[in-house]
T-cell receptor
Framework: SQQGEEDPQALSIQEGENATMNCSYK?????LQWYRQNSGRGLVHLIL?????REKHSGRLRVTLDTSKKSSSLLITASRAADTASYFC???????????FGSGTRLLVRP | GAVVSQHPSWVICKSGTSVKIECRSL??????MFWYRQFPKQSLMLMAT?????????EQGVEKDKFLINHASLTLSTLTVTSAHPEDSSFYIC???????????FGPGTRLTVL
């Protein structure tokens, strides 16, 4: 079963704007990860944030984690047309290393 | 490094036939691999955990007799969809767990179409 939901389900923005995607989950976690998927392709790992971390940066990506609200957000700054893809959060809930994926956000960056 | 491949990348088969999908870790050994299924415009759903040298563990609702998993070596796991039906048409993605970081690296996926 899916761990959580992401919103929005779809997001369309102009190149140069920022994109924010939110992820909510249900159970306690070891860490939360964000992935990107281009249409019909495999997954690319973007960033991992541990349960004891609140914020993490990687290039134009900024991830926050609020374990009290069981939510995370992914911010992509200064978006580019090449950022067009689906973005998924995934939670690692126990020592089995299994990942439970959220429902995903389809991002369209218009040139 | 940490590359995972899948073969085939796409396959079309007739209803009732069996299809085998391979997942290989090319430059590392993986005692644990995972198999996911993704329907169009949906998220990835974990099907099973593949353990080298032992039986796979399946998620609730996944038929182990229909989706046979064999993890015969540290670099290869196979998923066989037996007696495939059109509703099995999906995108199947595997991942391999790289120790000691315990990070999952994903294959490019296999698109299965059952006619």
């Amino acid at each position: 079963s899916q761990q959580g939901e992401e919103d929005p389900q779809a997001l369309s923005i102009q190149e140069g704007e920022n994109a924010t995607m939110n992820c909510s989950y249900k159970t306690s976690i070891n860490n939360l990860q964000w992935y990107r998927q281009n249409s019909g392709r495999g997954l690319v790992h973007l960033i991992l944030i541990r349960s004891n971390e609140r914020e993490k940066h990687s290039g134009r990506l900024r991830v926050t984690l609020d374990t009290s609200k069981k939510s995370s957000s992914l911010l992509i700054t200064a978006s580019r047309a090449a950022d067009t893809a689906s973005y998924f959060c995934a939670t690692e809930v126990d020592s089995s290393y299994k990942l439970i994926f959220g429902s995903g956000t389809r991002l369209l960056v218009r040139p | 490094g940490a590359v995972v491949s899948q073969h085939p990348s796409w396959v079309i088969c007739k209803s009732g036939t069996s299809v085998k999908i391979e997942c290989r870790s090319l430059d590392f050994q993986a005692t644990t691999m995972f198999w996911y299924r993704q329907f169009p415009k949906q998220s990835l759903m974990l099907m099973a955990t593949s353990n080298e040298g032992s039986k796979a563990t399946y998620e609730q609702g996944v038929e182990k007799d229909k989706f046979l998993i064999n993890h015969a070596s540290l670099t290869l796991s196979t998923l066989t969809v037996t007696s495939a039906h059109p509703e099995d048409s999906s995108f199947y993605i595997c991942s391999a767990l790289l120790a000691p970081r315990n990070e999952q690296f994903f294959g490019p996926g296999t698109r299965l179409t059952v006619l």
